[in-house]
Protein backbone atom coordinates (compact mmCIF):
# COMPACT_ATOMS: atom_id res chain seq x y z
CA UNK A 1 0.00 0.00 0.00
CA UNK A 2 2.89 2.24 0.89
CA UNK A 3 6.18 1.75 -0.92
CA UNK A 4 9.49 3.44 0.22
CA UNK A 5 12.38 3.47 -1.89
CA UNK A 6 15.84 5.00 -0.84
CA UNK A 7 14.14 8.01 0.93
CA UNK A 8 16.59 10.54 2.27
CA UNK A 9 15.13 13.57 4.48
CA UNK A 10 17.40 16.39 5.73
CA UNK A 11 16.06 19.45 7.63
CA UNK A 12 18.16 22.24 6.42
CA UNK A 13 17.84 26.06 8.05
CA UNK A 14 20.00 28.88 7.41
CA UNK A 15 22.78 27.86 9.73
CA UNK A 16 22.49 23.75 9.98
CA UNK A 17 21.49 20.92 8.38
CA UNK A 18 20.41 17.74 9.72
CA UNK A 19 19.98 14.36 8.09
CA UNK A 20 17.33 12.27 10.03
CA UNK A 21 16.74 9.60 7.24
CA UNK A 22 19.34 8.38 4.61
CA UNK A 23 18.51 5.47 2.42
CA UNK A 24 14.88 4.41 3.68
CA UNK A 25 13.16 1.44 2.12
CA UNK A 26 10.22 0.04 2.96
CA UNK A 27 6.99 -1.51 2.12
CA UNK A 28 4.01 -0.92 4.70
CA UNK A 29 0.47 -3.53 3.24
CA UNK A 30 -2.71 -3.36 3.92
CA UNK A 31 -4.63 -4.51 7.08
CA UNK A 32 -1.71 -4.55 8.95
CA UNK A 33 -0.46 -2.88 11.60
CA UNK A 34 3.05 -1.67 12.44
CA UNK A 35 5.12 0.34 15.11
CA UNK A 36 7.69 2.56 14.78
CA UNK A 37 10.01 3.03 18.26
CA UNK A 38 13.35 4.83 18.43
CA UNK A 39 14.72 7.38 21.14
CA UNK A 40 13.37 11.13 21.37
CA UNK A 41 15.00 12.91 18.12
CA UNK A 42 15.35 9.56 16.44
CA UNK A 43 12.52 10.53 13.91
CA UNK A 44 9.04 8.72 14.19
CA UNK A 45 7.21 11.64 14.01
CA UNK A 46 9.33 12.79 10.27
CA UNK A 47 8.64 9.43 9.25
CA UNK A 48 4.69 9.42 9.76
CA UNK A 49 4.71 13.69 8.07
CA UNK A 50 6.62 11.88 5.01
CA UNK A 51 4.71 8.90 4.50
CA UNK A 52 1.00 11.17 3.91
CA UNK A 53 3.11 14.00 2.62
CA UNK A 54 2.73 16.11 5.33
CA UNK A 55 6.61 16.93 4.68
CA UNK A 56 8.94 16.58 1.61
CA UNK A 57 11.83 14.28 1.49
CA UNK A 58 15.13 14.82 -0.47
CA UNK A 59 15.80 11.91 -2.92
CA UNK A 60 13.80 8.74 -3.35
CA UNK A 61 10.70 7.65 -4.23
CA UNK A 62 7.80 6.79 -2.02
CA UNK A 63 4.34 5.76 -3.52
CA UNK A 64 0.42 6.16 -1.87
CA UNK A 65 -1.53 3.63 -3.87
CA UNK A 66 -0.06 3.77 -7.21
CA UNK A 67 0.42 7.54 -6.55
CA UNK A 68 4.37 9.10 -6.36
CA UNK A 69 4.82 11.61 -3.88
CA UNK A 70 7.71 12.82 -4.77
CA UNK A 71 7.03 15.64 -7.48
CA UNK A 72 3.50 15.25 -6.20
CA UNK A 73 1.83 18.96 -5.88
CA UNK A 74 0.08 20.38 -2.85
CA UNK A 75 -3.42 19.61 -4.08
CA UNK A 76 -2.75 16.29 -5.47
CA UNK A 77 -0.93 15.28 -1.54
CA UNK A 78 -4.30 16.81 -0.06
CA UNK A 79 -6.86 15.01 -1.89
CA UNK A 80 -4.92 11.60 -1.51
CA UNK A 81 -4.86 12.51 2.23
CA UNK A 82 -7.93 13.29 2.06
CA UNK A 83 -8.94 10.04 0.52
CA UNK A 84 -7.22 7.60 2.09
CA UNK A 85 -5.73 8.76 5.77
CA UNK A 86 -6.93 9.37 9.53
CA UNK A 87 -4.82 10.73 11.76
CA UNK A 88 -4.37 11.36 15.56
CA UNK A 89 -1.33 13.39 16.99
CA UNK A 90 0.35 14.03 19.81
CA UNK A 91 -1.20 17.20 19.97
CA UNK A 92 -4.93 17.15 19.73
CA UNK A 93 -6.06 19.49 17.06
CA UNK A 94 -9.56 19.25 17.50
CA UNK A 95 -11.41 22.52 16.80
CA UNK A 96 -12.11 24.23 19.59
CA UNK A 97 -15.68 25.70 19.06
CA UNK A 98 -17.18 22.52 17.88
CA UNK A 99 -18.13 19.88 20.37
CA UNK A 100 -16.50 16.27 20.48
CA UNK A 101 -19.44 14.63 18.78
CA UNK A 102 -19.27 17.70 16.21
CA UNK A 103 -15.78 17.43 15.62
CA UNK A 104 -16.12 14.30 14.88
CA UNK A 105 -18.95 14.46 12.31
CA UNK A 106 -16.74 17.23 10.46
CA UNK A 107 -13.87 14.49 10.00
CA UNK A 108 -15.91 12.56 7.31
CA UNK A 109 -18.13 12.94 4.53
CA UNK A 110 -20.86 10.29 4.74
CA UNK A 111 -21.64 11.92 8.37
CA UNK A 112 -23.33 8.12 9.74
CA UNK A 113 -24.21 9.78 13.36
CA UNK A 114 -24.89 6.01 14.22
CA UNK A 115 -21.01 4.80 13.53
CA UNK A 116 -19.60 8.10 15.28
CA UNK A 117 -21.81 6.76 18.34
CA UNK A 118 -20.53 3.38 18.33
CA UNK A 119 -16.79 4.87 17.88
CA UNK A 120 -17.17 6.90 20.89
CA UNK A 121 -18.94 4.39 22.87
CA UNK A 122 -16.01 1.33 22.91
CA UNK A 123 -13.65 4.92 23.54
CA UNK A 124 -15.41 5.09 25.94
CA UNK A 125 -16.17 8.61 25.59
CA UNK A 126 -19.71 8.86 24.74
CA UNK A 127 -20.52 11.10 28.37
CA UNK A 128 -18.23 13.92 26.68
CA UNK A 129 -19.71 14.03 23.49
CA UNK A 130 -21.05 17.39 23.76
CA UNK A 131 -18.37 18.93 25.33
CA UNK A 132 -16.12 21.66 24.01
CA UNK A 133 -12.24 20.50 23.89
CA UNK A 134 -11.14 23.07 26.32
CA UNK A 135 -13.65 21.54 28.87
CA UNK A 136 -12.05 18.43 28.80
CA UNK A 137 -8.95 16.37 30.46
CA UNK A 138 -5.82 15.94 28.35
CA UNK A 139 -6.76 11.91 28.16
CA UNK A 140 -10.15 12.60 27.07
CA UNK A 141 -8.91 15.34 24.47
CA UNK A 142 -6.66 12.08 23.31
CA UNK A 143 -9.22 9.66 23.14
CA UNK A 144 -11.76 12.21 21.28
CA UNK A 145 -8.91 12.96 18.46
CA UNK A 146 -8.71 9.12 17.52
CA UNK A 147 -12.59 9.18 17.34
CA UNK A 148 -12.28 12.07 14.97
CA UNK A 149 -9.83 10.03 12.97
CA UNK A 150 -11.39 6.55 12.86
CA UNK A 151 -14.46 8.44 12.00
CA UNK A 152 -13.92 8.31 8.27
CA UNK A 153 -13.11 4.77 8.02
CA UNK A 154 -9.94 5.96 6.61
CA UNK A 155 -7.48 3.22 4.87
CA UNK A 156 -4.69 4.34 6.57
CA UNK A 157 -4.46 5.18 10.03
CA UNK A 158 -0.82 7.38 11.26
CA UNK A 159 -1.06 8.14 15.02
CA UNK A 160 1.62 9.36 16.65
CA UNK A 161 2.22 8.47 20.29
CA UNK A 162 -1.85 7.40 20.74
CA UNK A 163 -1.49 6.72 24.09
CA UNK A 164 0.93 8.57 25.49
CA UNK A 165 -1.50 10.75 27.72
CA UNK A 166 -3.03 7.54 28.57
CA UNK A 167 -3.55 5.99 32.16
CA UNK A 168 -2.85 2.15 32.00
CA UNK A 169 -6.55 0.90 31.45
CA UNK A 170 -7.50 3.68 28.96
CA UNK A 171 -4.40 2.83 27.32
CA UNK A 172 -5.25 -0.71 27.08
CA UNK A 173 -8.71 0.45 25.34
CA UNK A 174 -7.28 2.49 22.80
CA UNK A 175 -4.12 -0.08 21.98
CA UNK A 176 -6.91 -3.16 21.39
CA UNK A 177 -9.05 -0.88 19.31
CA UNK A 178 -6.33 0.60 17.08
CA UNK A 179 -4.95 -3.26 16.58
CA UNK A 180 -8.36 -4.40 16.08
CA UNK A 181 -9.30 -1.50 13.62
CA UNK A 182 -6.21 -3.00 11.05
CA UNK A 183 -7.66 -6.02 10.73
CA UNK A 184 -11.65 -5.50 10.59
CA UNK A 185 -11.36 -2.60 8.16
CA UNK A 186 -9.14 -4.19 5.90
CA UNK A 187 -6.40 -1.06 6.88
CA UNK A 188 -2.86 -0.17 7.28
CA UNK A 189 -2.20 1.60 10.64
CA UNK A 190 0.71 2.88 11.29
CA UNK A 191 1.75 4.56 15.17
CA UNK A 192 4.44 5.43 16.77
CA UNK A 193 4.88 4.97 20.44
CA UNK A 194 7.73 4.72 23.29
CA UNK A 195 5.42 2.34 24.84
CA UNK A 196 7.50 -1.09 24.58
CA UNK A 197 4.88 -3.14 25.43
CA UNK A 198 2.35 -1.53 23.24
CA UNK A 199 4.40 -1.32 19.98
CA UNK A 200 5.46 -5.64 20.43
CA UNK A 201 1.74 -5.64 19.95
CA UNK A 202 1.66 -4.54 16.05
CA UNK A 203 2.37 -6.97 13.53
CA UNK A 204 5.69 -5.86 12.33
CA UNK A 205 7.73 -3.65 14.83
CA UNK A 206 9.89 -1.08 13.29
CA UNK A 207 13.06 0.73 15.02
CA UNK A 208 14.89 3.92 13.81
CA UNK A 209 18.10 3.49 14.20
CA UNK A 210 21.69 5.06 12.29
CA UNK A 211 19.05 6.94 9.65
CA UNK A 212 17.56 3.87 8.59
CA UNK A 213 14.39 1.00 9.86
CA UNK A 214 15.49 -2.05 11.37
N1 LIG B 1 10.70 21.22 11.25
C1 LIG B 1 11.92 20.85 11.65
N2 LIG B 1 13.02 21.59 11.32
C2 LIG B 1 14.24 21.20 11.70
N3 LIG B 1 14.50 20.08 12.40
C3 LIG B 1 13.46 19.32 12.76
C4 LIG B 1 12.12 19.66 12.42
N4 LIG B 1 11.29 18.70 12.91
C5 LIG B 1 12.08 17.82 13.55
N5 LIG B 1 13.38 18.18 13.47
C6 LIG B 1 14.53 17.43 14.01
O1 LIG B 1 14.55 16.13 13.42
C7 LIG B 1 14.80 15.13 14.37
C8 LIG B 1 13.67 14.12 14.38
O2 LIG B 1 12.52 14.74 14.95
P1 LIG B 1 11.16 13.96 15.18
O3 LIG B 1 10.17 14.93 15.68
O4 LIG B 1 10.82 13.21 13.94
O5 LIG B 1 11.59 12.92 16.34
P2 LIG B 1 10.72 11.88 17.15
O6 LIG B 1 11.37 10.54 17.00
O7 LIG B 1 9.28 11.98 16.75
O8 LIG B 1 10.91 12.38 18.65
P3 LIG B 1 9.89 12.31 19.91
O9 LIG B 1 9.94 10.90 20.41
O10 LIG B 1 10.50 13.25 20.88
O11 LIG B 1 8.51 12.73 19.45
C9 LIG B 1 15.02 15.85 15.69
O12 LIG B 1 16.39 15.96 15.93
C10 LIG B 1 14.36 17.19 15.50
O13 LIG B 1 15.02 18.19 16.23
MG1 LIG C 1 7.55 12.63 17.75
Do not use: W
Not at 17 to 38: H, M
Amino acid sequence: MIKVSKISKVYKDKSSEQEVFKNLSINFDASTSYSIVGPSGSGKTTLLNLLSGLDNFDEGSLNVNGIELYNAGAEAKSKLRKALFGFAYQFHYLLENLTVFENCLASCFGHDNGAIKKILKELEIVHIKDKFPSNISGGEKQRASIARALAAKPKILILDEPTGNLDQSNSLIIQDFILNYAKKNKSLVIYATHDISFAERADKMLKISDKGLI
